[in-house]
């Protein structure tokens, strides 16, 4: 009995060291302090990126101390991995400098960590510098952050600081862009759209990515409700996805734009069928709205028919009138824009099969 009693004791003895030899992780959490309240998003990841998102409404950004933060970091005790050595230092630096970023101060910039750390913290103070800065409606600056502990310690993290200038004339914001099918909420930057080709190239098989997302985003910053009807207009070679409802809308209690657009601002969908045309829809001030439509190029057309991959293909979306569905002649007086196109340019490639395409268009539901 007792040799079977000191065999248990050297098993847990042995679980317990490679419980604490594993590599454990530092957890950042930005808490606002003072000045404008920002969207925040993607706390907790160890090894990921957090974004700090606030807006001004002005037609000038005015230099000078603009916010401040505490970036909070907790340790999560690994279970797996190489050990953490301790002691070890935790840096949190600005890692971009320059007329057009931001302006961090870091106090304190470095933290010493022993095997005993649980949470320490740092003062971010945001400025916005003194010199020429860019006026645009829509103009960004970006402070970048950095929370690093080397190679023993689970990081590195980043923390991106912007500050988006919104002309306050427009106080009804229209954005039309592409995104990827995936949830993320990532654009579709020029020729990441690849267009496949039976063999020979003579008819269109498919896309990668597969279906895409066509965005139609309303931002609020006007002091009263705007209802309105939004309409898709997608490129002749393009068709909306498959399912029972390709065409989605949401609502966020943000104020979200094109550059700080992440899906997971927005709440819970309402389908809208295949219909191209979402009418009435509401938006409050200081909140926005989406209309979503999935998309995928139709197989079997003749390569012949498509745009130049150089001009790419468009897609048009634009703002009416509440009740006037989607007619031509309705479009809204207060949006700005109230229509916009987005085009895509692309690559081909082709997978090598026959095309048994024929005479006819296929429409594939996808």
Not at 182 to 209: C, R, W
Request: aromatic content about 8%; hydrophobic content about 35%; glycine content about 8%.
């Amino acid at each position: 009995m007792k040799r079977i009693q000191a065999i248990t004791l050297v098993a847990a003895m042995f679980a317990l060291v490679l419980t604490a030899a594993a590599k454990d992780s530092a957890l950042a959490t930005v808490v606002p302090v003072s000045g404008p309240s920002p969207i925040i998003t993607a706390n907790g990841s160890a090894t990921g990126t957090i974004h700090v998102i606030y807006t001004v409404s002005a037609f000038n950004f005015t230099p000078g101390n603009f916010a401040s933060a505490t970036v909070e970091i907790d340790r999560a005790v690994g279970t797996s991995g190489q050990p953490t050595t301790y002691p070890l230092d935790l840096l949190l630096e600005q890692k971009q400098q320059g007329d057009t970023n931001l302006e961090l101060t870091i106090d304190p910039g470095t933290h010493n960590l022993t095997s005993a750390w649980s949470q320490v913290s740092s003062s971010v103070n945001i400025a916005i510098p003194n010199t020429t800065l860019p006026s645009d409606d829509g103009a960004t600056l970006v402070g970048v952050l950095q929370i690093d502990g080397g190679s023993k310690l689970n990081t590195v993290t980043t923390i991106l600081f912007k500050i988006i200038l919104l002309h306050p004339t427009s106080c009804l914001r229209f954005y039309n862009f592409m995104t990827y099918e995936d949830g993320s909420g990532a654009h579709l930057s020029l020729s990441e759209i690849n267009v496949q080709f039976y063999k020979f190239g003579v008819y269109t098989k498919e896309m990668q990515p597969g279906n895409a997302f066509q965005n139609l985003l309303v931002l609020n910053t006007c002091t009263d409700t705007h209802t309105m009807d939004l309409k898709s207009l997608l490129d002749p070679a393009f068709e909306v996805g498959g399912g029972t409802n390709p065409v989605q809308f949401y609502t966020s209690a943000n104020t979200v734009t094109e550059g700080t657009f992440d899906f997971s601002l927005f709440g819970s969908q309402t389908p809208n069928g295949t219909s191209l045309c979402v009418q009435n829809r509401s938006v409050a001030p200081g909140t926005s709205i989406l209309a979503q439509v999935k998309t995928a190029i139709k197989e079997c057309l003749a390569a012949s028919s498509l745009p130049a991959a150089s001009t790419g293909f468009s897609f048009t979306g634009s703002v009416h009138t509440a009740g006037s569905t989607c007619d031509a002649g309705s479009l809204h007086g207060v949006a700005s824009p109230n229509t916009d196109t987005d085009f895509l340019t692309y690559t081909t490639s082709s997978v090598g099969t026959a095309a048994s395409c024929g005479t006819t268009t296929s429409t594939r539901g996808r």
